[in-house]
């Protein structure tokens, strides 16, 4: 949890515009680990549970491919139920061959036939055409120009040979065992799997609101990804110790709303160019370390007004009456009882009807069975907890989502809520 994968943790993890192919490797799957739904063969992820979201990939991009048009009513109508039931008693490749030899006897064409010019395109066109609606399609993009010269050279004998239809065929089940595939489509199906596995611990009317203590972006993408996350705060994507947490929250903030203490890191400097977005030298030469805000230039108005507007939410919710569970994590530095006790407080001069968690991570355990956490020390109604997991993280999340189910419901089983 330093500074890079602060910065890395924010990115999302998605195939950049001109990947050429997308990488068959779940979202939730650390380097290394079980393989991922082979590009070849994923029928793996079309379970009966997604196979909805993936019946309507499947016809958009069919659709998409054979005539550069989008579905029409007529297909939605007919095409799509039908697809829906046959992905729950077929292969996916078996269903897709139907749904493409349906479409091309409705529009004429013949998967025995040599590839042909269509509305004047040459073949190259043609092909181009065919990947691009299969993208757009599939995962709402173009394949980019680096990709369309992969693809080229990759597939476009086979294009010849097969033909339009038959190519399709093929080259559709590839995007569709992809990680950015999953990410798109499957995101929806793995947020309602995170929030069952956290009750009873938390959801309903009565749960409190997280807010996020830092110390890297970690926190807040994690609040995120569970669905807790309800507003931008302060220390959501800022790279901080301890001690600068501390810093900042007895002073009021001062050291983040003050222009002069921040400066700009050229874009040229940052790790990922779409964060690493500021740094505050003030609190770097009083800690020895780097301080990273990854979501905004300090050095401009927008940025000074967003951290604004961060601040104003973080101080109105601890001075509310709705009952808060205030969540930090930090990587062990030998230091987690200080910066726990200190920390608590600071947090009960500022806010009523909130309860403090500090978490410290411990180095990653990859041989153990289950991530391990152990209470450590109360306050009051604060707790603090030492957690080693199982794997490692990863652009902002645990490579296993078990790690981050086991830290949560953790947390939430360790307080009680005050009543309101």
């Known amino acids: 949890m330093n500074d890079k994968v602060a910065g890395e943790d924010l990115a999302p993890a998605t195939v950049p515009a001109d990947t050429p192919e997308p990488a068959p490797m779940r979202a939730d799957t650390p380097d290394g ?181 830092g110390s890297t972006g970690y926190t807040a993408a994690m609040l995120k990804r569970f669905s807790m996350r309800r507003w931008s705060g302060p220390f959501d994507w800022l790279s ?28 040229a400097d940052r790790p990922d160019e779409r964060w690493y977005r500021s740094r505050n030298h ?13 979501s905004a230039d300090m050095t401009t108005e927008d940025g000074l007004q967003y951290m604004a507007r961060c601040v104003q939410r973080f101080q109105d919710a601890m001075r509310g009456v709705g009952n808060k569970l205030v969540l930090q994590v930090i990587q062990e530095d030998g230091e987690a009882e200080r910066h726990f006790q200190e920390t608590a407080l600071l947090l009960n001069a500022m806010g009523r009807h909130f309860q403090y968690v500090l978490v410290s991570v411990l180095p990653e355990d990859q041989e153990a069975p289950f991530p391990q956490m152990e209470p450590v020390l109360a306050a009051g109604p604060h707790r603090m907890m030492r957690f080693q997991p199982i794997s490692r993280i990863q652009a902002a999340q645990s490579a296993d989502m078990m790690d981050e189910v086991v830290l949560l419901r953790a947390a939430f089983a360790s307080v009680r809520m005050p009543a309101t």
């Open 240 to 267: 901080a110790t301890p001690d600068m947490v501390r810093e900042i929250l007895s002073e009021d903030f001062a050291p983040l709303l003050a222009p002069e203490g921040w400066e700009s890191i050229n874009a």
């Open 282 to 294: 003030a609190l770097e030469v009083r800690h020895g370390a780097p301080c990273i805000l990854h």
């Open 33 to 213: 680990a079980a393989p991922a739904p082979s590009a070849t063969a994923p029928t793996a992820i079309a379970s009966e549970a997604h196979s909805p979201a993936l019946a309507l990939s499947l016809l958009t991009g069919a659709v998409k491919g054979l005539t550069g048009q989008d579905v029409s009513p007529r297909e939605y109508g007919t095409e799509l139920p039908r697809l829906i039931a046959r992905l729950r008693e077929a292969p996916l490749e078996d269903a897709l061959a139907e749904l493409v030899g349906r479409l091309s006897m409705r529009l004429g064409h013949s998967t025995q036939a040599p590839a042909v010019t269509r509305l004047g395109m040459s073949d190259e066109e043609l092909f181009a055409e065919i990947v691009n609606g299969c993208f757009r399609a599939l995962l709402g993009r173009d394949a980019g120009a680096q990709g369309i010269e992969y693809w080229m050279k990759d597939r476009f004998q086979d294009f010849l040979v097969q033909g339009p239809d038959e190519f399709l065929l093929k080259f559709m089940p590839m995007i569709v065992g992809s990680q950015e595939w999953y990410q798109r489509h499957m995101a929806t199906a793995m947020d309602a799997v995170r929030a069952q596995l956290l009750q009873p611990h938390y959801g309903g009317a009565n749960s409190p609101l997280i807010i996020s203590l």
